[in-house]
């Protein structure tokens, strides 16, 4: 009974327990930076793996089946970051999104004052069923975005934002780009998402909103031109909104950048 003690106390050291830790922490990071992507199934299927390997290289010697395992694993390795490319760099994207030094604490009445046009213009583009494409950049910069358009610079207000979406006029088609309280520019060209939405009844201004979300941590406001619903996008996923929720996604958004 000692004997037995005693291996388990071997086996419980504090250098054990911390290693099991990191192990875990690692394992859960990634499952935290790959939820709802398709590498969160490629994670649960490599550690799936790493567990059957270990355990049958521990309980039984097969010197063939661990020379197969061994000589695969560099060559899986190499072929993740191809298979997967957009999503782990998604992921790293997210590692680096720490909020930089000038992004302090702003003025709360401003920011209101912001939200409250927008959700002004929105609802009354909405009303006219005039088709618009918001999108508040985050930590992530989406300079390449803004360079693609024309160049406005102007404090947000709803009757600027209508005017900019108002049918057939230079600047209508495309996006706007919202950067803290200023309107960066409009007319703006998207990178448009991969996946199939032909079966949510949702265009081309939806898909670039779901597309510029994946690659960056932007609020994305989407107003339909044909049925005047608006949307909201933000980390690859889209759903309806009206304007209280509307509200209350960009206070919440704000808050973050903070």
Known sequence: MTDVFASLSRLLSWQSLVDVALVTGVFYGLFRLFRGTRAVQLVRGVLLFII???ILEQVIDLPAFNWLMRTAAPMVLFAIPVI????????LERIGRSAPLWMQRGDTGEVQGLIAEVVKAVEGLALRRHGALLVFEGVTGLAEV?????????????ELLSTIFFPNTPLHDGAVIVRRSRLLAASCVLPLTDRDLADTQMGTRHRAAIGVTEQSDALVIVVSEETGRISA???GRIARVDGSRLRSLLSDYYSTLQ
């Open 52 to 54: 059957i390997f270990a």
């Open 146 to 158: 803004v360079d693609s358009g024309v160049r406005v610079d102007a404090e947000v207000s709803a």
């Open 84 to 91: 997967f490319q957009p999503e782990l760099r998604r992921a």
């Open 233 to 235: 996008s933000r980390n």
